[in-house]
């Protein structure tokens, strides 16, 4: 397995150049002089690329092939994992400091006011976007397609990642834009969300017959079989689903009493000015 890291040139590339354009961007900003980007937000950014890599260049990625509970364990790391920590990273934020004046005025923010983007950034593009990939990518004949061609299985990794970050930037809602969500909306958002992963994990665990027969000869091959693993990969779905769902939710409520606090202390402030 320590041999078996792919380093597909493809992702590899493309999650370097973004590390350096992102780090690019905060040496924009120290230059300018401005406030520091948060470091929590660096840190999430780029750990975000670290478990991208290893779900794109790992093992985890050599295995994908041979079993569907392996292949669950990737999809789960780029969807629940890499995308929600990238969007905490707010990358159009930092572009937006890092940007000059002249030129953010007259190509970054007509491109965030734009009507593609707005369409994008709405949450229930978001939200159908996540479910319809989901679904649609485990539909056999599709996932079948993606098992045997690398292509259409980039395909779908590209699917996968852009589809999540369209799911989980209303949640975070740190990203200046279009599509903004209240702090109730966010938190019946992810709360419907959570039948997605869910009801398609028991579906799959349920299953007592083999979806994908891709799989039969790799899961022999490495001593159990295509049913039994098929299983533990619609558990692992529905798990993660949840486990990592759950944690979202309370951050959710918890940066909710934060503003209210905030909020609370800016009218008292105000009340003892008009006091005084």
Do not use: K
Request: net charge positive.
């Amino acid at each position: 397995m320590l041999s078996s890291w792919t380093l597909d040139p493809v992702p590899t590339i493309g999650i370097l150049v973004t590390a350096l354009l992102y780090v690019e961007g905060l040496r924009s900003v120290r230059l300018r002089g401005g406030p520091s980007f948060p470091s929590w937000r660096v840190g999430c950014f780029l750990v975000g690329l670290v478990v991208l890599f290893v779900a794109l260049a790992s093992p985890v990625d050599a295995y994908a092939g041979l079993l569907l509970s392996d292949h669950m364990v990737q999809h789960v790391l780029i969807t629940m994992v890499a995308a929600p920590l990238l969007v905490l990273g707010t990358p159009v934020l930092l572009a937006l400091r890092a940007t000059r004046p002249q030129t953010r005025r007259r190509f970054v923010a007509p491109v965030l006011r734009s009507a593609p983007v707005r369409v994008l950034a709405s949450p229930v593009v978001g939200f159908a976007a996540f479910a319809v990939v989901l679904w649609g990518s485990h539909a056999p004949a599709i996932y079948e397609a993606a098992v045997r061609n690398r292509g259409v299985h980039a395909l779908e990794h590209l699917a996968y990642l852009a589809s999540a970050l369209l799911f989980w930037r209303p949640v975070v809602g740190l990203d200046p834009g279009p599509g903004r969500l209240s702090h109730p909306a966010r938190i019946l958002y992810v709360f419907l969300a959570m039948p997605v992963t869910a009801l398609l994990g028991l579906a799959l665990s349920a299953s007592g017959r083999v979806l994908y027969p891709s799989y039969v000869a790799g899961a022999s091959l490495l001593g159990t079989s295509a049913v039994s693993d098929q299983r533990l990969a619609g558990t692992l779905m529905w798990i993660a689903g949840m486990f990592l769902m759950v944690p979202a939710l309370g951050l959710v409520v918890l940066d909710w009493m934060r503003r209210d606090e905030q909020e609370a202390q800016r009218a008292d402030a105000r009340r003892a000015r008009q006091l005084s």
